[in-house]
């Protein structure tokens, strides 16, 4: 028997609406869920639904297109990038949902320097998010200089924590292990699988960034459970997912010729796979604990 919710992205490609996604979500057994935001999305409609069902809104993924302007020295750029963040806050607040997830740098090829003046920012940040009431889970993306940069200098900050993608770390992060870097900070996930860095020569796009469902990929899983039952983790496991390939990429194919009601009920049946290991792992533990 498993002890944690298992959630998934809900913005599957599709021509159905979200709160049509939300109903497929629930009926194959998923108790949670997270959206991207942007301003023309009804966010409070997803959270109604949500109630209807008895799912859980687990997070809203902010925006990041602009998230690297927080580094540099344009401050009407920044201002901007700054607001859509805090507008993104306040639709959390507003529909009762405690997490938001947030990159902290985009871009492969630039990297400013990390500078105070952006940090002062992510801290101004933390404190609307204070003001909110809702915490800031930073994902591991390109560019962990940054996430290092923020977390550790907000590492007693309550409103700060990490959020992990496995996808993520396996190409964006060439894979280090950021769970024993960050773990204990760990505020949510994102689970999904990959084929590592496709360039023979190491050089890193978010082409690589495939977002496979688990076991489809070259991931280890159960090396991924006994490093987040290291972490002491118990939240939700959530699982964020893409049912089509990637511009150039052939993998996620399979995937789309699936009905919605087929990709999500395979994915579940991922989820528990990994849930089942999960706690799996917790229980040999605990008997080796003596």
């Not at 992990?164 to 770390?169: I, L, R, Y």
Request: charged letters at 30%; proline letters at 2%.
């Amino acid at each position: 028997m498993r002890n944690q919710k298992l959630g998934v992205c809900a913005d599957v490609r599709t021509e159905k609406s979200t709160t049509e996604i939300l109903e497929i979500i629930s009926e194959v057994g998923f108790e949670a869920f997270f959206t991207g935001w942007s301003p023309d999305r009804d966010i409070a409609a997803y959270a109604k639904k949500a109630r209807e069902l008895g799912l859980e809104y687990q997070s809203l993924h902010a925006p990041y297109s602009r998230i690297a302007s927080l580094w540099r020295q344009d401050r009407v750029a920044a201002d901007a990038a700054a607001a859509e963040l805090k507008a993104c806050l306040a639709d959390c607040a507003r529909n009762e949902i405690g997490l938001m997830i947030s990159h902290v740098y985009i871009g492969f090829d630039e990297h400013p320097p990390v500078s105070q003046e952006g940090l002062d920012r992510f801290g101004a940040l933390l404190r609307a998010a204070e003001d909110y009431g809702v915490r800031i889970a930073f994902e591991n993306t390109e560019g962990e200089e940054f996430l290092d940069a923020v977390l550790g200098a907000f590492r007693d900050d309550p409103y700060a924590g990490f959020c992990w993608d496995a996808g993520h770390e396996m190409c964006y992060n060439f894979s280090r292990d950021l769970l024993s870097d960050h773990g204990d900070r760990l505020l949510g996930t994102h689970l999904n699988d990959n084929l590592g860095v496709r360039d023979f020569g190491g050089k890193i796009t978010w082409h690589d960034d495939l977002h496979l469902l688990p076991y489809d990929g070259i991931g280890d899983w159960r090396y991924n459970a006994e490093r987040l039952n290291a972490c002491g983790y118990d939240g939700i496991l959530t699982f964020e997912l893409n049912n089509h390939s990637k511009p150039g990429r052939v993998e996620n194919e399979k995937y789309a010729r699936m009905s919605e009601r087929e990709y999500l009920t395979e994915a579940y049946v991922r989820a528990c796979r990994f849930a089942a290991e999960l706690q799996y792992v917790k229980q040999r533990a605990m008997r080796e604990k003596g």
